[in-house]
């Protein structure tokens, strides 16, 4: 018989046609608690990570608890779920408390489930997928909830989680949802707060959020969101703000193939020297030179755009932003920058420090080669409909680095887009992150119907659902890498088959033969064999520790018996290979007093980094059975055990 093991225990005996093996019982709580409320998944550091958040009546100590979604039986988590303490305070901008947890060592193309309080008050169980966490994936980009800023909280809830519906409906493998900023239209309303959080996806999916301006007048954005990594010091805060109303921070993470810096664009003073945005420059130029080699693409995100088509374009702070963050960006090696703030989809032109990189790059362009220090910026349209602004006219202020003059090529937008929208219909930004370009679409979520907050309130609506139904795509762009003068050779390497360690017997005999025992010195009977040599066979990549141990339960014959103490041992290695070590020998209990082998001893093993291979184990039996048993045909099992980790 075959005896596989992935990891853990198997177990198999010799003399008896039979294998055993065991499992983990399943006991926990599923009650649910009325005290914990808003939890929300985010992103973590890395693939491996999620950051779970939530708020709690009362001040308790508290943690996730989270299993593999296949040994959740019954609605009951199993034993052997794993626990994460929560840390939290106080909420500052209600009553309450807040609280978040690290979920880490998570597994790829695996599904959990995960709940938050105690023993006895736990939350209800939401569940997520990890994915490979090498290769393409997607991400989705929201611009703009402003829950509350129709002033009809409801309808635009409503719309909000229509859009996640039709966008996760669409991309059910989307590996995180993020977030342009302005999640509600007044920072400490809480209502507003539980509007924002309500679809369901918000625990499904990892959210990456933003802060945005409407965010940042009190706590409750960072009481919501416990982001990765994040710098909270003055300059990254709102300095316009007092102290007990800032919130947010510039934080950045790696996940798979994209390094994103997200910044706080909130925390703008020119006044304080070097521009008003010398601190972010500085804070992405510093994570970008340390951690811009573990990624292939760097996707910045802030609220606050600087090349958008409406009202917000000809801002004084977001013309100053142009100047401050541009020509940095373009010799960082950004790639792409992904803003909220001003209701309306746009896509730039590659820009580099500050102007379009190829004049003769088109309106429109299908296929993007941004070259050196092109950047593509692009602003997300209102995700819930609860507010649009519409597209604005170009002005005489010309092509400058601050200028909002009409582009050459096409005199009715900006110069610096490529591509301006607005239908009053919701959207959404899908990013397809591939090995050798990404390729950006924006979608429609909804149509001139409700829930369509702005045009139930008399917005006019120029979207037709029959020529412009949902899903239907707004923009497509394919952006390509720039690889200098030369030629670039990509390798895709897919993950080998994870193989296995086991053990066999060798042959088919399961039964050992010692013969007859003959007397010796006339106190004892003694008998002597080897067992069926043992095959073991190890092909994982890890290269995990092994070991194989037996032990033998009493001789029998009918109602006679003998202890299986007297039975001793001499490991030996018969063929090499795995790392194979043999055991200690083990001494009959009748020479030493002993256990012999009624207790596991070690027939081989191997250490952490042993090569993948084969190995045949053998042993030496010695058994030495007191004059005083009487005569019989004895047997016993030998059960023989495997380990790994």
């Known amino acids: 018989m075959r005896h596989r093991v992935a990891a853990g225990v198997t177990a198999g005996v010799l003399g008896l046609a039979a294998a055993l093996g065991s499992g983990l019982t399943a006991t926990a709580s599923a009650a649910e608690s009325t005290t914990l409320t808003g939890v929300i998944l985010g992103v973590g550091a890395n693939e491996t990570q999620r950051i779970v958040t939530w708020y709690s009546s009362a001040d308790t100590a508290q943690k996730i608890q989270v299993a593999p979604t296949a040994e959740i039986a019954n609605g009951e988590f199993p034993a052997g779920a794993v626990s994460f303490d929560a840390v939290g305070a106080a909420n500052t901008s209600t009553t309450g408390f807040n609280r978040h ?345 909804g149509t001139c119907a409700a829930p369509n907050a702005a045009v139930e309130k008399g917005l006019s609506c120029t979207n037709t659902a029959e020529g412009q139904p949902i899903g239907s795509i707004v923009d497509n762009v394919t952006v390509h890498p720039y690889h200098g003068d030369g030629q670039a050779i990509q390798v895709n390497v897919p993950n080998p088959a994870p193989g296995e360690f086991g053990w066999t017997i060798d042959g088919y005999n399961g039964l050992v033969d010692l013969g007859t025992a003959q007397e010796r010195n006339g106190t004892y009977f003694g008998a002597t064999g080897k067992i069926n040599p043992i095959l073991v066979s190890d092909s994982r990549r890890s290269l995990a520790p092994w070991s194989i141990s037996a032990n033998v339960g009493d001789f029998q014959d009918g109602d006679k018996t003998f202890s299986g103490a007297n039975l001793g041992w001499t490991p030996y290695v018969l063929d090499a290979g795995a790392g194979a070590e043999a055991g200690a020998p083990v001494l009959s209990g009748y020479d030493d007093q002993g256990k012999g082998l009624s207790v596991s001893s070690g027939l081989g093993s191997a250490a952490q980094g042993h090569p993948r291979g084969g190995a045949k184990l053998g042993a030496d039996l010695d058994l030495k059975i007191p004059d005083s048993v009487a005569k019989g045909s004895y047997r016993a099992t030998l059960t023989i055990t495997a380990l790994s980790s």
């Open 101 to 445: 947890a690290t979920i880490t060592n998570l597994r790829e193309n695996t599904a959990y489930t995960y709940r938050v309080g105690s023993e006895g008050d736990w939350s209800p169980a939401y569940s997520f997928k990890t994915q490979d966490f090498e290769g393409n994936y997607d991400f989705l980009f929201f611009g703009d909830p402003q829950i509350g800023s129709s002033g009809d909280r409801l309808k635009d809830q409503a719309g909000w989680e229509e859009t996640l519906k039709v966008a996760t409906a669409a991309n059910p493998n989307a590996e995180l949802l993020v977030s342009g900023g302005d999640h509600v239209e007044s920072a400490n309303d809480e209502g507003q707060w539980t509007s924002f959080m309500a679809p369901d996806q918000l625990r499904q999916y990892p959210v990456v959020a933003t802060i945005g301006n409407h965010d940042v007048g009190g706590k409750s954005y960072e009481q919501h969101h416990f982001t990765p990594n994040t710098d909270r010091t003055a300059p990254y805060y709102d300095n316009g703000n007092p102290a007990g109303t800032k919130s947010g921070g510039d934080y950045w993470f790696v996940y798979k193939d994209v390094l994103f810096i997200d910044i706080n664009s909130n925390s703008y003073n020119p006044a304080s020297g070097g521009g008003g945005d010398a601190a972010h420059v500085a804070y992405v130029t510093d994570v970008v030179n340390k951690h811009g080699a573990e990624a292939k693409w760097k996707v910045l995100v802030y609220h606050h755009s600087i090349y958008s088509p409406a009202s917000h374009a000809t801002d004084g702070d977001n013309k100053q932003r142009r100047e401050d963050f541009t020509t940095a960006f373009s010799n960082l090696g950004i790639d792409m920058v992904l803003q909220g703030h001003d209701h309306s989809y746009s896509r730039s032109y590659a820009i580099k420090n500050g102007q379009k990189a190829n004049p003769a790059e088109q309106p429109g362009a299908a296929e993007v080669y941004p070259g050196p220090g092109g950047v593509i910026y692009v602003t997300a349209n209102s995700a819930s409909g609860s507010k649009y602004y519409d597209i604005k006219k170009p002005d005489s202020t010309g092509t400058g680095i601050r200028g909002n003059g009409p582009d050459p090529l096409n005199p009715n937008s900006y110069w610096y887009n490529s591509v301006q929208n607005q239908e009053h219909v919701r959207s959404y930004v899908k990013v397809q992150v591939r090995g050798d370009k990404l390729v950006l679409e924006n979608l429609r979520s």
